[in-house]
């Protein structure tokens, strides 16, 4: 079973640098980034940012030891980590995050 994680950084060089060691770390087959605008409630506060979204794919068993890690790296006090069951898709592409994720 394979799943999708959505992860949220504050700048470019954040997301990629957490993309990169759960690609290295074989957490993960690869990570997507992307710029978005962001509207939240912080601490009483509706806030608006900037930030880079991340999207990674992974075998789902692994999913807690993403989110475990990205905590341990991530520059927020309470980073965005969510993660989303694939459920169906390419068997090639499936396939491969099988193979890339251990």
């Known amino acids: 079973m394979f799943s ?4 949220t950084a504050g700048s470019m060089d954040e997301a ?7 690609v290295e770390e074989r957490l993960a087959a690869c990570a997507n980034i992307f710029p978005i605008t962001s509207i939240f409630r ?5 806030e608006e940012a900037g930030e880079f979204g991340i999207i990674v ?4 068993y692994r999913v807690k030891d993403i989110e475990n890690r990205v905590k341990q ?7 965005c980590i969510v993660s989303f069951k694939i459920g169906s898709g ?5 396939k491969w995050i ?4 251990i």
């Open 4 to 7: 999708v994680v959505y992860i």
């Open 16 to 22: 990629k640098s957490i993309g990169r060691v759960l």
């Open 42 to 46: 912080w601490k009483d506060n509706i």
């Open 57 to 60: 794919k992974t075998r789902t």
């Open 73 to 79: 790296i991530h520059s927020y006090e309470v980073p």
């Open 90 to 94: 390419s068997e090639d592409y499936l």
């Open 98 to 101: 099988g193979e890339s994720v």
